[in-house]
């Protein structure tokens, strides 16, 4: 849909999107003038738009050093991502990635467009790195060196069972979140948070790219790259690339839907990790990829056009995300919502029914037993209009409903949503 399109469908996006582009216009004003800075900053809003937005509103110190963080990982991630690269150059290079980041003179082409250009200027990442702080570089080093023995080992190996699965999502992912937390706390404002809580951080976040991303992976030329567990998807069809062909849509979908399910095992931990942050900009860098990750969930679960094209929130939602997200209120807000758009498209036939709607429980659960939802209607009402009043089955009666019409992109989605009593 164009963006005019879809503003004159959704009016209310049109403020967050503004603000929105003039955070972005203000971010690129503030590219530091050293020229190895400038590329390094430049580089991180050319690769991750919406990464780069919240990387930016951290403090100085912190700022400098996640950015590298992310842009030295995204480097180790297009060699691991590029199907082209043969496995016996491709492994040594993932091994000794830790010590390519102190050597000036260090590169290795490879990628495609902005990420060709990432790996081409690769000394301005190590030049940007070997400024930062010894705590911040020590951290980066050990991250990196786990994660590139980690890619390394899955470059050979298949992700068979649902251990694999974690274990890989762990290397790739979980490690980003404990090591994300050791610089939270070398900066002085966090307490140490334990692994197992930000490894969770993490896996929520890959699992549902690898969710999100099944098409895109499946046809990746020279060679397709396979995440979803044998596991899971050996239940539903014979081959993983089996679910993209229509005759097997009820299959696929049932696939993506015990996924989804076992993605959503890891969202208590987050909101246990989010609920123990002090810091307002360090939250806010945590929380909203978080809510983007259960929005995606919810607007991907029993959906078969993951399997035709890209599923993706609507812009102008991750505008407001971007704009509304400031307190823990507003997490379990999202959260409570974001599963109450799930809930009803559970199909009482799907094999994995009773287990989706348990996990949706015990997050609505954990969100109520915070004891701030009722303090606000709803994460959306601040800025959705009030379209009608419906009433609701009586199992879900509560003493305000709204209803909100086409949250989510594609043909229009009218659900109730059950705000809080
Ligand atoms: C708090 C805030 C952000 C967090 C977090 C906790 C815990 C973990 C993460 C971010 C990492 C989440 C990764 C999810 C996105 N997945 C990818 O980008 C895949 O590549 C994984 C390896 C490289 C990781 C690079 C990275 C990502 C986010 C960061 C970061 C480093 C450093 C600091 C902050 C955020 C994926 O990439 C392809 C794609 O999705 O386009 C893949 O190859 O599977
Ligand atoms: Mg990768």
């Given at each position: 849909m164009g963006s005019l399109a879809a503003v004159l469908r959704h009016p209310d996006d049109l403020y967050p999107l503004l603000k929105l582009k003039m955070a972005s216009r203000q971010a690129e004003k503030q590219i530091p003038p050293e020229p190895h800075w400038a590329f390094c900053y430049s580089m991180l809003h050319k690769v991750s738009r919406s990464f780069a937005l919240v990387i930016q509103q951290l403090g100085t110190d912190l700022r400098n050093a996640v950015c590298i963080f992310y842009l030295v990982l995204r480097a180790l991630d297009t060699v691991e991502d590029d199907t082209s690269i043969p496995t016996d150059v491709k492994v040594p290079i993932l091994i000794a990635f830790h010590r390519h980041v102190y050597d000036r003179e260090w590169h290795f082409s490879c990628g495609t467009k902005e990420?060709?250009?990432?790996?081409?200027?690769?000394?301005?990442?190590?030049?940007?790195?070997?400024?930062?702080?010894?705590?911040?570089?020590?951290?980066?080093?050990?991250?990196?060196k786990r994660m590139g023995a980690g890619m390394a080992k899955f470059i050979c190996k298949e992700v068979e069972s649902i251990d694999d699965y974690d274990e890989y999502c762990y290397y790739v992912a979980g490690l980003v979140g404990l090591g994300l937390s050791k610089l939270f706390y070398a900066s002085g404002t966090e307490d140490l948070a334990p692994d197992s809580l930000s490894n969770s951080m993490g896996l929520f976040l890959q699992k549902t790219n690898i969710i999100r991303d099944y098409l895109e992976d499946i046809n990746e030329i020279p060679k397709c790259r396979m995440f979803w567990p044998r596991e899971i998807w050996s239940k539903y069809v014979n081959k993983l690339e089996d679910l993209k062909y229509e005759e097997n849509s009820d299959k696929a979908v049932q696939c993506l839907n015990d996924m989804v399910t076992n993605a959503l095992m890891?969202?208590?931990?987050?909101?246990?990790?989010?609920?123990?942050?002090?810091?307002?900009?360090?939250?806010?860098?945590?929380?909203?990829?978080?809510?983007?990750?259960?929005?995606?969930?919810?607007?991907?679960?029993?959906?078969?056009?993951?399997?035709?094209?890209?599923?993706?929130?609507?812009?102008?939602?991750?505008?407001?995300v971007i704009d509304r997200t400031n307190n823990m209120t507003d997490v379990y807000l999202a959260f409570y919502d974001f599963s109450n758009i799930l809930k009803p498209k559970i199909n009482k036939n799907d094999p994995n029914a009773t287990k989706t709607l348990s996990r949706v429980e015990a997050i609505q659960k954990a969100c109520m037993d915070s004891g701030v939802l009722n303090k606000r209607l709803s994460y959306f009402s601040s800025y959705w209009p009030l379209f009608s009043l419906t009433s609701l089955p009586p199992e879900q009666a509560s003493s305000r409903i709204t209803t909100i019409f086409n949250l989510l992109p594609g043909p229009s989605i009218v659900r109730p949503i059950k705000c809080l009593p």
């Open positions: 990420y060709k250009v990432l790996m081409d200027q690769f000394h301005h990442v190590s030049t940007a790195f070997l400024e930062l702080g010894k705590g911040y570089q020590d951290a980066i080093e050990d991250i990196t890891h969202v208590e931990d987050c909101l246990k990790y989010m609920s123990a942050l002090r810091d307002h900009a360090i939250f806010r860098f945590c929380a909203i990829p978080q809510i983007m990750a259960i929005g995606t969930l919810a607007l991907c679960y029993n959906n078969i056009e993951v399997f035709r094209g890209v599923v993706k929130m609507r812009r102008g939602l991750t505008a407001k």
